[in-house]
């Protein structure tokens, strides 16, 4: 497919497996928070309700970071971001570790928190951007897979390997944060055998105007690039992607409720929501990137969204013992590892190349809406009439949101299809 954006002259392509070691640490901050921290906190008498405030105070830099996505276009090196953003996370979570031993330092481990989380926000976004210029197109499937096997698997290794590392090892949970700067340093490494992208001519002729004249230059351009996105035909359906209730896996938000149906002890929801989980969920992206090198990834996306309808029909069905709910939530998660596959090749591939940050991230945020409303609605499905019709609430919805992204899909095409005719025509 044909860039959005002037293409630099075309450079190496990057093995795809670079992205997944470049991406965890975004993944580590999350897990890290929401596992070891979490249960930190609890041990030093912090209320439930108190670390699930956190916790969720800890998603708004994820949906707002779209705001400065364009910094890493606009200026520095897409490297230079990445190793220093990435520097600055470690360093965040050993200041998260050290502020979470008490109470009486609730005011800095929450500011430190939100700096962390932005400064892994720049990480994962230099991260799009490199991905973005360094991939064949042909590649661009695999490159999604094992992008998000990195993000998913370093959220369960920034959660289990510093829980285990307190728990079992009796390491203090500053220990484990050193641990985890330790993994955000070897996260650099990949850097030496992934040189920068060469620059447009755009970005080659302001690099000899004025700064302020290149900084304005490179704005209207970067603006150009993402309306240039928008206006085409595969943008506009990836737009409208991001708000259906396709491929969301929301039900996999709520395992921990569930678990009670299914007769599941309190280590079989850490197994599913922990270790097994992040595994199926990491080898669900390899499958889902390898699925959309071999078929049209607006396609695969869609089968792979259809999955978890499925999936959702058969839980709901099924009979209700911690066998099934073991083996039925993993493959859940792997459909849903497949979805966030589905999702960054679809974006890949429409977002070309250019302001590739900035480009990426407007989506990705966007694709958090249907993931928050579709956990809110499942969650009042099943206060309301229980497991099974929450289930099959949630697989109704999906199939509604395919429709409508066919009829979106049918819509499109025939336009386009009138305006090429009236073009021949005249």
Not at 131 to 137: E, R, V
Not at 274 to 302: H, M, N
Request: charged share 10%; proline share 3%; net charge neutral.
């Amino acid at each position: 497919m044909a860039s959005h954006s002037a293409a630099p002259h075309a450079s190496p392509s990057a093995p795809p497996w670079i992205f997944m070691v470049l991406i965890v640490p975004f993944g580590l901050v999350g897990g890290f928070l929401g596992v070891a921290l979490a249960y930190e906190l609890k041990q030093a008498g912090i209320s439930a309700a108190a670390i699930a405030g956190l916790i969720a105070l800890s998603y708004v830099p994820n949906t707002w970071k779209f705001l400065w996505a364009p910094l890493v276009d606009l200026s520095w090196t897409r490297r230079h971001w990445y190793l220093a953003s990435t520097l600055v996370t470690g360093l965040g979570m050993v200041a998260m570790a050290w502020f979470s031993r008490d109470a009486l330092h609730w005011g800095a481990l929450t500011v430190v928190m939100l700096i962390t989380n932005v400064t892994s926000t720049v990480s994962g976004m230099a991260v799009d951007s490199l991905m973005a210029h360094s991939t064949a197109d042909e590649e661009k499937g695999r490159a999604a897979g094992w992008f998000q096997a990195g993000n998913l698997g370093g959220g369960a290794l920034g959660g289990g390997l510093a829980l285990w590392l307190v728990q079992d090892w009796q390491v203090s949970v500053l220990a484990s944060g050193w641990v985890m700067a330790a993994l955000c340093v070897l996260s650099c490494v990949p850097l030496l055998f992934l040189p920068e992208p060469a620059k447009t001519p755009h970005e080659s002729r302001a690099a000899h105007a004025s700064v302020l004249a290149r900084f304005k230059g490179v704005l209207w351009g970067l603006w150009g690039d993402l309306w240039s996105v928008i206006a085409s035909r595969s943008g506009l359906l990836a737009l409208i992607v991001c708000f259906l209730p396709i491929g969301s896996g929301a039900v996999s938000n709520l395992w921990s409720v569930m678990a009670g149906d299914w007769h599941a002890s309190a280590n079989t929801v850490a197994l599913v929501n922990g270790g097994l989980g992040g595994l199926a969920s990491a080898a669900g992206c390899l499958l889902g990137g390898w699925v959309c090198d071999r078929l049209e990834r607006k396609t695969a996306y869609c089968l792979f969204g259809l999955l978890q309808v499925v999936l959702a029909v058969v839980m709901a069905l099924a009979p209700k013992s911690e066998t099934s709910f073991i083996v039925l939530a993993s493959a859940y998660n792997v459909a849903v590892g497949m979805a966030y596959a589905g999702f960054s090749a679809l974006v890949l591939e429409v977002i070309g190349r250019g302001a590739a940050a900035t480009k990426y991230n407007i989506m990705a945020s966007l694709s958090n809406v249907p993931i928050g409303y579709m956990t809110w609605i499942d969650g009042q499905a099943y206060d309301r009439w229980g497991m099974a019709t929450m289930l099959n609430v949630e697989a109704g919805i999906g199939v509604l949101g395919l429709l409508v992204f066919a009829g979106a899909l049918l819509v499109v095409r025939s336009r386009s299809q009138a305006k090429a005719l009236g073009a021949t025509a005249a």
